[in-house]
């Protein structure tokens, strides 16, 4: 089935610290892919989604690019402050008219 | 309103009671999804109702759950005779559609802890 897997936290980094998190999918058809956000005490928030192969999401300095060849959605963001510490989510949807797959979710920590 | 909104946003229940869960999802949003987020364990899926049509159940753990959505707005989940492992934070989440182009917004969550 349908499915996402992403790297396991914590993940611990200092400020300005280059973030990576890597995310691989395995879908029948052509999902759509994304990434949601949850601070702490809030809920989820979409951060960035990208629709078909090499299309490159983009949000709040993060930025991620649909890899077909690799089935990738890897996160990444140059310089990590510490308001971003919160859970990040990959997720796909193979079509509209499903739900969204998420993966377990990794939780960053910015420190100073 | 501006977003999904949820309550109660916190519930705690006595093991063996029945709990309902309330979904106010954004006016004019085509579907409607429950989702449920468990320490550890990410998010899973639990039904998803759009339109009319009868909604998707498949991702219900048990006959203990069960879920409604009158006149394609507000959606209600019920479960019955609550365990502890139901403690989670309860999700709902409303769709969008503009042709190819799609979005959920999701609800703050309902946390709720069986004792």
């Known amino acids: 089935g349908d499915s996402v897997t992403q790297m396991e936290g914590p993940v611990t980094l200092s400020e300005e610290a280059f973030l990576t998190i890597n995310c691989t999918y395995t879908a029948t058809g052509y999902p759509s892919l994304f990434w949601y956000v949850q601070y702490p005490g809030e809920g989820l928030q979409l951060l960035l989604k990208a629709t078909k192969a090499d299309d490159k999401g983009s949000n709040k300095g993060f930025e991620a690019t649909y890899r077909k060849e690799t089935t990738s959605f890897h996160l990444e963001k140059g310089s990590v402050q510490v308001s971003d510490s919160a859970v990040y989510f990959c997720a796909l949807s193979v079509t509209s008219g499903y739900a969204l797959n998420f993966g377990k979710g990794t939780s960053l920590l910015v420190t100073p | ?115």
């Open chain 2, 1 to 115: 309103g501006a977003g999904v909104s949820q309550s109660p946003s916190n519930k705690v229940t006595e093991k063996g009671k029945d709990v309902e869960l309330r979904c106010d999802p954004i006016s004019g949003h085509t579907a409607l999804y429950w989702y449920r987020q468990s320490l550890g364990q990410g998010l899973e899926f639990l039904i998803y109702f759009q339109g009319n049509s009868a909604p998707d159940k498949s991702g219900l753990p048990s006959d203990r759950f069960s879920a409604e959505r009158t006149g394609g707005s507000v959606s209600t989940l019920t479960i019955q005779r609550t365990q502890q492992e139901d403690s989670a934070v309860y999700l709902c989440a409303s769709r969008f559609d503009r042709g190819e182009y799609y979005g959920y917004t999701f609800g703050s969550g309902t946390r709720l802890t069986v004792v």
